[in-house]
């Protein structure tokens, strides 16, 4: 993989998450936003070498985390870094395994797996806030505005967004492949 | 260079992704009193990104068309000019009605207030937002500007002069944080409910009620079912945790009104803002200065406790 074309790419997609995502989100629907890192934690996931996907993504997922700061209770926002660079490595993973059963070029596929990986990436960062969320702190950190239940709910709404605006970024990102210098040893036909 | 090659075979072996992994597990349980190393490079990471994200911030907006929420009717600008003004002119009223209040308190206990301290001197800025929280609606949000143009840690984020958005907890050289009031890590709010068509109604005789963050951007209280609230009552800022500048704010509007089960002489209310934080893309900071005594004009830290 060209590690410049990951890094102006991540630039793009973080900021197009911090900036652009939150104005997408529809007030009717409780403000759901899609992600765009995680359309990027998939694309690696499904054409990177396992090494470099695996790495590119704790890497996102720590950018990601230096983004989403959690708020003290009467006091400033804190960064946790962990959450996100987790629950990106967890949903590569899963990506992985399953990459060898689908056709990867396909739109579709991209977008049913975008669901599937963001839905894995909420379990576990939700998980982590969570766990967290037990411990005796003064000020408490806020992780979520509801229940955990409620965000969970949240991000399924997120991920399902996410897979809509999978169909069209995703059939880019795949044009955009010649650019990335993905190493594949089995060419398959059906690419 | 020998370090380079030693750091570039254990990155390529086998055993630093799982390395970097259990780290990273570690770095998530701890607890957050030991990580406040974090923000540095979080605020790195975010001067790098703003010029991009502030540019992905203004087509979002372009694309919701338009910066007001669309409680508000389309008006003319005159006409939003002089709704403006007229609710400036109250707000100011509420605060004036609130400060005498506190002098005829102050003065039952016989103490005497230098007369510089009722006069606070404010900085307004414009502040654009240049980056919001990426999966939480009701999360901080990062605006342009900070200790380079005077942003000061408890500054108050309005709209239109009167409508209170939320408050500043950290400032950098060149961008601060801002929590929306609306964000449940804002404590309970003391605020007064003005009858719909008394915006500029007597404070001291209107019924004090105390908002609880729900966090899906609305707010909920309690209120004796004899106080008669309605729907489309004016909600305002009545709290001596906040800064004098922000006194009489309008926080929303009374949304819904439902008899508790538990207690039937209380209502539990709604209370929703007019302007969302998410909806807009700049906002009017006001700095309180310092009076010449050297103490700050008013207010207390950021977020004090409101009980």
């Not at chain 1, 759901?32 to 996931?45: D, E, R, Y």
């Not at chain 2, 937002?129 to 901080?140: D, I, K």
Request: proline share 6%.
């Amino acid at each position: 993989m060209r590690w410049p074309v990951f890094l102006i790419s991540t630039y793009i997609a973080l900021a197009l998450e911090t900036g652009l995502s939150s104005r997408l989100g529809p007030q009717t629907l409780g403000g759901v936003s899609p992600s765009f890192v995680a359309l990027l934690v998939v694309f690696l996931s499904l054409f990177a070498t396992r090494a470099a996907a695996l790495w590119a993504c704790w890497l996102l997922g720590v950018l990601m985390d230096l983004s989403a700061p959690s708020s003290q209770a009467g006091a400033g926002a804190v960064f946790i870094i962990g959450p996100y660079a987790l629950g990106y490595v967890f949903g590569c993973v899963l990506i992985l395994q399953l990459r060898a059963l689908v056709f990867r070029k396909r739109v579709l596929t991209f977008a049913l797996l975008t669901f599937v990986c963001m839905l894995a990436i909420s379990v576990v960062v939700v998980g982590v806030y969570v766990i967290r969320s037990w411990y005796p702190e003064d000020p408490q950190t806020i992780y979520f505005e509801g229940s955990a239940l409620g965000e969970l709910m949240h991000r399924v709404g997120m991920a399902a967004y996410t897979a809509v605006l999978a169909v069209p970024l995703g059939w880019l990102l795949v044009r955009s492949l010649p650019l990335w210098g993905f190493y594949s040893p089995h060419q398959h036909r059906t690419w | 260079m020998e370090r380079m090659g030693v750091f570039r075979s254990f990155a390529r072996s086998q055993i630093a992704f799982p390395v970097a992994l259990a780290v990273t597990l570690v770095l998530a349980l701890l607890p957050t009193s030991w990580l406040g190393w974090t923000s540095a490079p979080a605020e790195l990471l975010g001067f790098i990104v703003q010029p991009l994200s502030a540019i992905g911030d203004t087509a979002g907006t372009w694309i919701r068309r338009g910066t007001l929420s669309r409680t508000v009717p389309e008006e003319t600008p005159e006409a939003s000019r002089w709704r403006e003004e007229a609710q400036r002119f109250q707000q100011l009223y509420r605060a004036e009605q609130l400060r005498v209040q506190e002098l005829e308190e102050q003065l039952e206990q016989l103490q005497l207030i230098p007369i510089e301290q009722l006069n606070v001197q404010v900085n307004r800025f414009h502040a654009r937002v240049v980056a919001s929280h990426p999966t939480s609606p009701g999360g901080t949000v990062t605006l342009r500007g900070g200790e380079r143009v005077g942003v000061t840690p408890g500054a108050i984020a309005v709209y239109g002069g009167v409508h209170l958005l939320g408050r500043v907890i950290e400032v950098s050289a060149f961008s601060c944080r801002l929590r929306p009031i609306t964000s449940r890590a804002t404590r309970a709010i003391r605020a007064v409910v003005l009858p719909a068509d008394q915006p500029g109604g007597s404070m001291s005789d209107a019924p004090a009620i105390s908002l609880q963050p729900r966090g899906d951007g609305a707010f909920i209280a309690d209120a004796e079912t004899i106080w008669a609230l309605a729907e489309g009552d004016i909600v305002c800022l009545a709290d001596p945790a906040w800064p004098q500048s922000a006194q009489g704010m309008l926080i929303g509007l009374v949304e819904s009104l439902k008899v508790k089960d538990s207690e039937p002489l209380r209502n539990e209310i709604v209370i929703r803002p007019r302007h969302l934080l998410s909806n807009l893309n700049s906002v009017v900071l006001i700095v309180e200065q310092e009076s010449d005594t050297g103490r700050v004009a008013s207010g207390s830290d950021p977020e004090g406790g409101g009980s």
